[in-house]
Structures are given as structure tokens and as C-alpha cells.
T-cell receptor
């Protein structure tokens, strides 16, 4: 079992739909990252969070530390949101801290 | 603000050839990373560095080497290319480890034939 599991693997939505992508992890973490990989291949950071909820425009990220679960929501989805969304968890501290990545959700 | 610049974007190598993937960042980040991304898999850490002169192996270091002579640059060297090294490679940097925002290069698509 992977330490970071995302669902669904693929997602098709109509323009304007509310979308949810889920990320579950099985290890202790220091932070959780949501990344977006564009069709051209580049990766950009959307959110980094260790508790609660963050919002940026139409994107909302939440995390429940006790349940080891995070969700990324896109309100009123648009064709330009088409991308692969990647969940990554930060583990360790100091010079040993590293990211472990999920396999991504293709929207 | 250039961020993380990675070159080349595409490359085809023959088995046994060598090459260097270049990565430079202008954000004065201490931490730099090299990842590879294979179809259906999450990014895997090849090597990382926590500062100039300091490098360490990640999950999949075999067949690769790195150096970090300056804060800005973190090149990845493939000495004897093998088909198993066909992948997309990403360089990334962050100010202070996995608790800080990560910035990625545009990726290098490498094919070994």
C-alpha cells in the first residue's frame, strides 16, 4: 500500500461543476502539499497546509490531521482547470525532511 | 523572477552515453532536489542537497550523480545511460525542507534508446 493514496485517479467534469479530489496518507506528516501539473508538464504549488483550510480563488484545500485525510475542492470548474493534481506529504524534520508523492488525479 | 530553471526540455540519448541535466534557482533556497516521474507513479527522489557542498541520496540514486558547488546550481549527471532511465526529470527547490513551499522546474523528458 502506498503511503499517499489519491482518489479518484481520473475525473471528468462539466464546466461549472464542484469537484473534490481526495488524499489519504498513512504516516505522520509535518505538512501536506497540493500541486498542479499542467498538460505541458510543469508543476506548480497550489497549497501547503498543516491544519484547517486554505482558499485561493476557486480552489479550497482542507486537511484533517486526526483522520489523515485532505481534500482539494474546485468550485465552478473551468476547462483551464484541466491538469493533474498531485498530493504530497512532508515527512521528517530538518535536513531529513522530504516529500512523498501520490500518483496524481487527472482532471 | 526566473524561479527554477531546468535544461534541456527534451533529450534523446543512446545507451551508454552520458549527459548532465542543468538546474539553477535564483531564490537563494538552501534545499534542492532531483525527482523522476514515471507513468502511473508518484515522483521519486533521486538526490537532494541541503546546501552548497552537501548532497545525499534519495530513493532511486543508482545510475546518477550530483554536485552542489554553489547555492544556485544543482546539476544531475547520468554517466552510462540505460533504457530504465527513460523518464521525466524535475528539479525543485525550497527554502527549508518539506515544511516550506516547493518550486519546480519545467521538467526534462529524457528518452534512452
Amino acid at each position: 500500500k502506498n503511503e499517499v493514496e489519491q482518489s479518484p485517479q481520473n475525473l471528468t467534469a462539466q464546466e461549472g461543476e464542484f469537484i473534490t479530489i481526495n488524499c489519504s496518507y498513512s504516516v505522520g506528516i509535518s505538512a501536506l502539499h497540493w500541486l498542479q501539473q499542467h498538460p505541458g508538464g510543469g508543476i506548480v504549488s497550489l497549497f501547503m497546509l498543516s491544519s484547517g483550510k486554505k482558499k485561493h480563488g476557486r480552489l479550497i484545500a482542507t486537511i484533517n490531521i486526526q483522520e489523515k485525510h485532505s481534500s482539494l475542492h474546485i468550485t465552478a470548474s473551468h476547462p483551464r482547470d484541466s491538469a493533474v493534481y498531485i498530493c504530497a506529504v512532508g515527512r521528517g524534520a530538518g535536513t531529513a525532511s522530504k516529500l512523498t508523492f501520490g500518483t496524481g488525479t487527472r482532471l | 523572477n526566473a524561479g527554477v530553471t531546468q535544461t534541456p526540455k527534451f533529450r534523446i540519448l543512446k545507451i551508454g552515453q552520458s549527459m548532465t541535466l542543468q538546474c539553477t534557482q535564483d531564490m537563494n533556497h538552501n534545499y534542492m532536489y532531483w525527482y523522476r516521474q514515471d507513468p502511473g507513479m508518484g515522483l521519486k527522489l533521486i538526490y537532494y542537497s541541503v546546501g552548497a557542498g552537501i548532497t545525499d541520496k534519495g530513493e532511486v540514486p543508482n545510475g546518477y550523480n550530483v554536485s552542489r558547488s554553489t547555492t544556485e546550481d544543482f546539476p544531475l549527471r547520468l554517466e552510462l545511460a540505460a533504457p530504465s532511465q527513460t523518464s521525466v526529470y524535475f528539479c525543485a527547490s525550497s527554502y527549508k525542507g518539506s515544511n516550506t513551499e516547493a518550486f519546480f522546474g519545467q521538467g526534462t523528458r529524457l528518452t534512452v534508446v
